[in-house]
């Protein structure tokens, strides 16, 4: 009786070193995928603010694709959203991220008020802060699931100012600059 205790204890220690195992690579597996999405769609975001020469409707664009990210990233968690669930995420992000909305805000009414001719200018540096907005906004929606379509116990402001202070600015704003021109190379090719 004994032996069948240890060999059904000995069964359910290996199952659950098993099932921990399994976990671990689906989360892996989830994470480098939700990267590679979060990276295509900041790309898209920088590329499509820096050549939209209308004001405002940048803007619009670029909150079309932070929605589209959010639900494409829902989807890897397996947490399905509508577009309305989508834009409320992005508005509990956004309030969270004014400055950065504001920045990118002030780039298309200058591009506006100087009826496209500041585009010049201002495209590159557009292009730049959509890229890091988005990646700000794909890191939050990706905490928000992990966390079961949860904020935590501290809420989203907390979640916003760690990752904001864990992210090595510089380094994203680089890489926004080097995948926006190396995009816009490739398509006047």
Known sequence: AEGKTLAALNAGLFAGR???QIASRIIAVRRNLA?????TYCIGKGVALAVNPIPI???LAASAI??????????IYGMDLNREEAGELLT???KQMAV???VSWLSSA??????GISTVITAGVQGVIGYYGSYIVGQAAERYFI?????GAHGPKQVIQDILASTDRDSILQQARADILQRLRTQTS
């Open 100 to 102: 950065v909305g504001v």
């Open 57 to 59: 409707a940048d803007v």
């Open 147 to 151: 966390q079961g379509k949860s904020w």
């Open 35 to 39: 990267e590679s999405v979060v990276r």
């Open 66 to 75: 932070d929605a589209g990210m959010v639900m494409h990233l829902g989807k």
């Open 18 to 20: 098993l099932s921990e």
């Open 92 to 94: 509990v992000v956004g």
């Open 110 to 115: 200058l591009k506006g008020a100087t009826f």
